[in-house]
């Protein structure tokens, strides 16, 4: 059975640094792209950026280009998104799912992690 | 503003017909660009419904079915059920500055 695993929700304060993290399992994660979204509270889906786990190609949204980093480590099957520096507006659920391709539907999500940044 | 529109809400009587439109333009839809439709019922992850266009995963009911043309794509549901009532989300690709998947503003489904 596939499944992406997301670690816990996270409470943090603005300028803070964080990395979460999806973990595959059920079928060849190097062979995939994971895809990192968005949901701000009470608001729809953003589309932030993928990684294809075999080479590390990396695509980034403009709109989250400069202000997240997606990374992967193949040894674990894990995929990562991450700030080195938080604010009240990254509160929102992350959500990472799987792509066959950059342009694929994502075929399988993760359960989300919850970010809540404030002071 | 979402480069893919969808009409905020829409909703219908149970047993009926419903559409969820989903407007693109010629660097997405109307460039060949697969659509792709998710359900997100609340508190909960997406769920792929509708991939390249009109295909369905497994275990995805007949009821569901989506369709293309030019620049739009349409998602309907038929034989409504309550169990239907979540938040639709229509997804492709752009080729413009922006050069990646990108997500339609999502239509809410009331089920009456």
């Known amino acids: 059975e596939v499944q992406l695993v997301q670690s816990g929700a996270e409470v943090k304060k603005p300028g803070e640094s964080l990395k979460i993290s999806c973990k595959g399992s059920g079928y060849r994660f190097t062979s995939y792209w994971i895809g990192w979204v968005r949901q701000m509270p009470e608001k729809g889906l953003e589309w932030m950026g993928i990684i294809y786990v075999g080479d590390s190609d990396t695509r980034y949204s403009p709109s989250f280009q400069g202000q997240v980093t997606i990374s992967a480590d193949k040894s674990t099957s894990t995929a990562y998104l991450q700030w080195s520096s938080l604010k009240a507006s990254d509160t929102a659920m992350y959500y990472c799912?799987?792509?066959?391709?950059?342009?694929?539907?994502?075929?399988?999500w993760g359960q989300g992690t919850l970010v809540t940044v404030s002071s | 503003q979402s480069v893919l529109t969808q009409p905020p809400s829409v909703s219908g009587a149970p047993g009926q017909r419903v559409t969820i439109s989903c407007t693109g333009s010629?660097?997405?839809?109307?460039?060949?660009?697969?659509v792709h439709w998710y359900q997100q019922l609340p508190g909960t992850a997406p769920k792929l419904l509708i991939y390249?266009?009109?295909n369905r995963p497994s275990g995805v009911p007949d009821r569901f079915s989506g369709s293309k043309s030019g620049t739009s794509a349409s998602l309907a549901i038929t034989g409504l059920q309550a169990e239907d009532e979540a938040d639709y989300y229509c997804q492709s690709y752009d080729s413009s500055l922006s050069n990646s998947l990108i997500f339609g503003g999502g239509t809410k489904l009331t089920v009456l």
């Open positions: 390249d266009n009109s």
């Open positions: 799912a799987r792509h066959l391709t950059t342009s694929s539907g994502a075929d399988s």
């Open positions: 010629s660097s997405n839809i109307g460039a060949g660009y697969d």
